[in-house]
C-alpha cells in the first residue's frame, strides 16, 4: 500500500516534469506518450530491485531490513555488498532505488 503510494507520487513527479515541457514544445501527445514510459520504467526497475534483493541479498545472512540503514549508509554498503552479490553497476541502482523507495 505504502508502495503504491510512492509509485504513484513517483508518477505524479515524472509527469508533472513532463507536462511542462508540453507546455513549452506544445507535442502534447509525444511528451504525454513518452511520460507513461518512463513511469513504467521507473516502476520496472524498482521491481527488479526488489528480485534481486529477496533473492541474492539473503545468501550469505539473514536478509536485511531496509529500514535497518539509512540511504546515506545504504551506498557504502551496497558498494561492498555489490561484488559479494555479483550485482552489475546498474542492478546495484536498481537494488538502491528499491530500498529507497520503501
Ligand atoms: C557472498 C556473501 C554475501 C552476499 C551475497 C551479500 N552479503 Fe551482505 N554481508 C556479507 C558479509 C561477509 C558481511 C559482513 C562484512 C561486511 O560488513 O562487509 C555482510 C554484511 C552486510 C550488512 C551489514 C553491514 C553493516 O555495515 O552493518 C548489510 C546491511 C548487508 N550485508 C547487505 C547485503 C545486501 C543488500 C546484499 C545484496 C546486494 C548482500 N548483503 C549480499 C556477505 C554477503
Redesign the pocket.
Known sequence: MKKTILSALVIFILVSCKSKKVVTENKTEIEVTSAVSSEISMADMIAQGETL?TN??G???AL?KVK??SPENWKP??L???K??G?SDKEREY?YNYIVMQ
Do not use: D, F, S, T
Open positions: 534483493y541474492k541479498c545468501n550469505c545472512h536485511p535497518e540503514h554498503i551496497l561492498r555488498m555489490q559479494e552479490a550485482l537494488v
